[in-house]
T-cell receptor
Framework: DAKTTQPNSMESNEEEPVHLPCNHSTISGTDYIHWYRQLPSQGPEYVIH???SNVNNRMASLAIAEDRKSSTLILHRATLRDAAVYYC??????????????FGQGTILTVHP | GAVVSQHPSWVICKSGTSVKIECRSL??????MFWYRQFPKQSLMLMAT?????????EQGVEKDKFLINHASLTLSTLTVTSAHPEDSSFYICSTRRAPRNSPLHFGNGTRLTVT
């Protein structure tokens, strides 16, 4: 799977929007962009994923650049419970190793009250 | 609700003993499950891929005789840490996928293993 680059950490205030960037310049046409987050002492939790178009769900929005070389996870109103490590991962749905993930270091999101 | 159940959530064992960790898919059949290990302040690292009815595939550097994986049914994979030592203390996490191929992946809540 292609590599992603994320900032090591970001901070936000409660109730404010958060934009978490991810660069993936070597993305291939069949790579899906997945976001997961990991709260302390828990397994990762699915947040959102997409291929080309922007995506919205109850947790977040995913904005994908037109050239697909970058994406942004948007938390519309951060809460203290959103403090976690956020991982941006590319997954090739056509590959035989789908589900076999390579995790980067992710972005540690701190939310201030 | 939870899609993957992992048990136990934490375990403390003495050096030299073996520990079994279970990972269950709750409402679907999982022919493939993945086992990860996470050391403090580090990211998850894939240990092995568990395939129902066949041998597991281990990542480079992971001792298959130490980390025994059994995937005897379509809903259960187990990881047994044999002859555990303090350096095996870590957070172990399983995950699985379900059809279609672009679906989200689901993770267990992890097992904190402490070897004394």
């Amino acid at each position: 799977d292609a590599k992603t680059t994320q900032p090591n950490s970001m901070e936000s205030n409660e109730e404010e929007p958060v934009h978490l960037p991810c660069n993936h310049s070597t993305i291939s046409g069949t790579d899906y962009i997945h976001w997961y987050r990991q709260l302390p002492s828990q397994g990762p939790e699915y947040v959102i994923h997409g291929l080309t178009s922007n995506v919205n769900n109850r947790m977040a929005s995913l904005a994908i650049a037109e050239d697909r070389k970058s994406s942004t996870l948007i938390l519309h109103r951060a809460t203290l419970r959103d403090a976690a490590v956020y991982y941006c991962i590319l997954i090739n749905a056509g590959g035989t190793s789908y589900g076999k993930l390579t995790f980067g270091q992710g972005t540690i999101l701190t939310v201030h009250p | 609700g939870a899609v993957v159940s992992q048990h136990p959530s934490w375990v403390i064992c003495k050096s030299g003993t073996s520990v079994k960790i279970e990972c269950r898919s709750l409402d679907f059949q999982a022919t493939t499950m993945f086992w990860y290990r996470q050391f403090p302040k580090q990211s998850l690292m894939l240990m092995a891929t568990s395939n129902e009815g066949s041998k597991a595939t281990y990542e480079q550097g992971v001792e298959k005789d130490k980390f025994l994986i059994n995937h005897a049914s379509l809903t259960l994979s187990t990881l047994t840490v044999t002859s555990a030592h303090p350096e095996d203390s870590s957070f172990y996490i399983c995950s699985t996928r379900r059809a279609p191929r672009n679906s989200p992946l689901h993770f267990g809540n992890g097992t904190r293993l402490t070897v004394t």
